[in-house]
């Protein structure tokens, strides 16, 4: 059963991600653009660098030549926001991208862009969840390669430089020119090692690479970057004495970064710094857009230039969605993705790397320098991360208890309120708060928790640990 989740349909290759099922949903994707009649613009669909990546988008290309509905693939791996930019810049009502983002390499994936290049939202994978179930096998049929090519159903396109040309044309490229910057670069043997290279290098920066080759089993690692993750492109930094290390995660679509002294900055710690810095020293007006699974520093730095910060649930669907609506600055997740205003409507790694080059550049500080400005000027909040494994009888248990009884450990602080958007998140009177929420792309329960001590903030987790049995 194809079923969508926070970030696309993910399932285990040879198990649900299988030619019959891709070539379900882009049948049931070609029905729903002929009723909507939008079949005449085309499509466009990409992939990365996982097992079966490249097949699956062909699979799903015939699918829809024979369809009658001309498909653009692209013809090499590609970061994922390159997709949306191309969906939105050519005005195409949908597009594709076979990736599990950062899942592990068992798994794959595709996730369905809409008009405007942005992640499909409920409303939409619900209506595409509801045209698969209509779908008989026997219906889908597909038009040989060779001869889609050949009719031009299907055509063969390369738009990376359109896409880097747009970053470069948005980022103050003379001011890191300028400074001589080094850094380093781990794409966790994913897509972004042309894409983010190239702007890189074009600011003449020297760049120090790892994991660039391509690896369909990540080094047997995750490729989604977190401080575990990371260790190796932290001694890097170190060794070479580098003025940030960069990672992607699989499909280039989130960061992770390394500061000038090797510390680990999550990605609620870059959020913080761009918003920052795009307010501060680019002078830039307008909210700030977070998950609620996202630091309320954001909060603190909104407020501290007289600014407001909203809060959605998870998933960058919601978050576009209320930038739009606010007209942010920036928008981003715990997670990792984030975009800014004026980019693209998802989260771009290759965009958000550019950025913080030019932030070092432009205010001739370090990282580290910088982040301690934030501190001084707006304070500080501690965040602890957690995640728990489950079957799905303890999935049922911990769901009875946290959003059905609605019950809470015995919480020493006081509580301003509860919601029960996404999971269940208390926020306490002191500006601490703690979510526990079932992830929508893996099968992990999350507990995260923010307090003004870092103590705290363990205690809180490890009370939700012991009233949720998670141990
Ligand atoms: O916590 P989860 O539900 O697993 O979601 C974590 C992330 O997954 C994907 O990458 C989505 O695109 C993001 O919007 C989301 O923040």
């Not at 198990?15 to 029905?31: R, Y």
């Not at 794409?187 to 369909?216: F, N, Q, W």
């Not at 918003?275 to 954001?298: D, Q, S």
């Not at 919601?419 to 329960?445: H, M, Q």
Request: with cysteine; proline share 3%.
């Amino acid at each position: 059963m194809i079923q969508f989740g926070t970030g696309g349909w993910r399932a285990v290759i040879g198990d649900e991600f299988t030619k019959e099922n891709i070539q379900l949903l882009a049948k049931a994707l070609s029905n729903k653009m002929k009723d909507e009649e939008v079949e005449e613009k085309g499509m466009v669909i990409g992939y990365d660098r996982r097992f079966l990546s490249k097949e699956a988008m062909q699979w799903a290309g015939r699918v829809f030549a024979a369809e009658g509905i001309k498909t653009y693939l692209i013809n090499r791996s590609s970061p994922t926001p390159l997709i949306m930019f191309y969906v939105m810049k050519h005005e195409f009502p949908y597009g594709m991208m076979v990736t599990a983002s950062h899942n592990p390499a068992i798994y794959n994936g595709i996730k369905v862009f809409t008009e405007g290049g942005r992640d499909a939202d409920e409303f939409q994978t619900k209506a595409l969840e509801e045209y698969i179930s209509h779908v008989k096998k026997e219906d889908v049929r597909e038009m040989e390669y060779e001869e889609a090519l050949k009719n031009g159903m299907i055509v063969e396109i390369n738009p990376l430089n359109e896409y880097l040309d747009n970053i470069i044309s948005a980022v103050d490229m003379k001011a890191i020119r300028d400074r001589g910057l080094k850094v380093a670069l781990d794409p966790m043997y994913g897509v972004s090692e042309t894409s983010l290279k190239t702007i890189l290098l074009t600011a003449r920066c020297e760049v120090e690479t790892i994991h660039d080759r391509h690896d369909t089993l990540f080094g047997g690692k995750l490729p989604a970057p977190s401080a575990h993750t990371l260790r190796a492109l932290q001694n890097h930094v170190i060794d070479k004495r580098c003025d940030i290390g960069i990672a992607t995660d699989g499909d280039a679509d989130r960061i992770g970064v390394i500061d000038d002294t090797g510390r680990f900055l999550h990605p609620n710690d870059i959020l913080v710094l761009l918003y920052y810095y795009l307010v501060k020293y680019k002078g830039w007006h307008g909210p700030v857009v977070r998950n609620i699974a996202t630091t309320h520093m954001l909060d603190k730095v909104a407020e501290r230039f007289g600014e407001k910060c909203y809060e959605v649930p998870v998933g960058f669907k919601y978050i576009s969605a209320k930038m739009q609506e606010t007209d942010a600055v920036i928008g981003g997740e715990s997670s990792g993705g984030l975009t800014v205003r004026g980019h693209i409507k998802g989260k771009d790694g290759i965009y958000a790397a550019s950025l913080l080059v030019e932030m070092i550049a432009v205010t001739g500080k370090k990282l580290s320098e910088i982040a301690k400005e934030i501190e001084t000027e707006c304070g500080s909040i501690y965040m602890e991360e957690r995640d728990y494994k489950f079957n799905q009888e303890k999935k049922e248990q911990i769901y009875q208890i946290l959003m059905l009884d609605k019950e809470l450990p015995e919480l020493n602080f006081d509580i301003d309120k509860i919601s029960y958007l996404d999971g269940c998140k208390v926020y306490f009177k002191n500006g601490g708060w703690i979510i526990a929420r079932f992830s929508g792309t893996e099968p992990l329960l999350r507990i995260f928790c923010e307090m003004p001590n870092p103590e705290d903030a363990k205690q809180l987790c490890n009370l939700y640990e012991e009233f949720l049995k998670l141990k």
